[in-house]
């Protein structure tokens, strides 16, 4: 799992898996974006559903606000601001390849 980070409360990364999410949590993350909608690229990926329910198994908040490529909107960054003031840090923001992430979060600064 390839982590970038932004600053001390957020960083971004491609894609996870249930497998990374103890890594994530070892690593200091207290909450997890997702913005990636399931049926992405035919639902190939985990569904949001199954990395939240292992997430919390772990101990980790969760959101799922997906955002569909090169379609990012006022509305959106909103919510996803919302969700960065809310949830306890640090937090790690996943879509794809970790770009839509890391737009959000620099949009909503």
């Not at 992405?40 to 329910?53: F, K, Q, T, V, Y």
């Not at 919390?56 to 090169?70: N, Q």
């Not at 990012?72 to 937090?91: C, M, S, T, Y």
């Amino acid at each position: 799992m390839k982590l970038t980070k932004i600053d001390d409360n957020f960083s971004t990364s491609p894609q996870i898996s249930v497998e990374d999410l103890l890594d994530i949590k070892a690593a200091g993350f207290r909450s997890v974006i997702c913005n990636r909608p399931d049926s992405e690229d035919g639902g190939a990926h985990p569904d949001h559903n199954l990395l939240e329910s292992a997430a919390k198994e772990a101990g980790l908040e969760f959101a799922y606000l997906p955002v569909v490529p090169g379609q990012i909107n006022d509305a959106q960054v909103a919510r996803f601001k919302l969700a960065i003031d809310e949830l306890p840090g640090p937090i790690l923001g996943y879509c794809r390849l970790g770009i839509r992430s890391k737009v959000l979060y620099e949009r909503g600064r």
